[in-house]
């Protein structure tokens, strides 16, 4: 829709410096209040992350978004990674464990001689058809 007035409109189309019917990036106004009640708008783009406080134009105090929207709350919702998830399982001493029993298996040869003959059954196979 935006790309509509970059295109030929042909002559007699309307001049491109009048602004009615342009249309502009999606934006939003974000209004933010000073502790001394001084009320002021900032446009901001609608992709653009909008900060929770900002200083105020009038006398330079930090000023907090009249929507009462903070940044600290998006954060909250933070990606938990794989390592998260574990921990909120399994405590550290218990990790360490279950690493020293992993380890115990593969110095014992336990663990690494069934996976090194499921791994290496597939081209003991190849070689014989070819
Ligand atoms: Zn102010």
């Given at each position: 829709?935006?790309?509509?007035?970059?295109?030929?409109?042909?002559?007699?189309?309307?001049?491109?410096e009048?602004?009615?019917?342009?249309?502009?990036?999606?934006?939003?106004?974000?209004?933010?209040?000073?502790?001394?009640?001084?009320?002021?708008?900032?446009?901001?783009?609608?992709?653009?992350?909008?900060?929770?406080?900002?200083?105020?134009?009038?006398?330079?105090?930090?000023?907090?978004?009249?929507?009462?929207?903070?940044?600290e709350?998006?954060?909250?919702?933070?990606?938990?990674?794989?390592?998260?998830m574990?921990?909120?399982?399994?405590?550290?001493?218990?990790?360490?464990?279950?690493?020293?029993?992993?380890?115990?298996?593969?110095?014992?040869?336990?663990?690494s001689?069934?996976?090194?003959?499921?791994?290496?059954?597939?081209?003991?196979?190849?070689?014989?058809?070819?």
């Amino acid at each position: 829709m935006a790309d509509r007035s970059l295109r030929g409109t042909g002559l007699g189309a309307k001049s491109f410096e009048d602004e009615a019917g342009v249309e502009f990036a999606p934006r939003r106004e974000v209004g933010f209040d000073c502790p001394r009640a001084h009320h002021f708008e900032l446009v901001f783009a609608e992709e653009a992350e909008i900060p929770s406080v900002w200083e105020c134009p009038r006398c330079g105090a930090e000023s907090l978004r009249s929507d009462g929207q903070r940044a600290e709350a998006k954060e909250e919702k933070a990606v938990r990674t794989h390592w998260d998830m574990l921990r909120e399982r399994r405590s550290i001493p218990e990790l360490e464990d279950l690493l020293a029993e992993r380890l115990t298996l593969l110095r014992s040869g336990e663990l690494s001689a069934a996976t090194f003959a499921r791994t290496s059954a597939p081209s003991t196979r190849a070689k014989k058809t070819a």
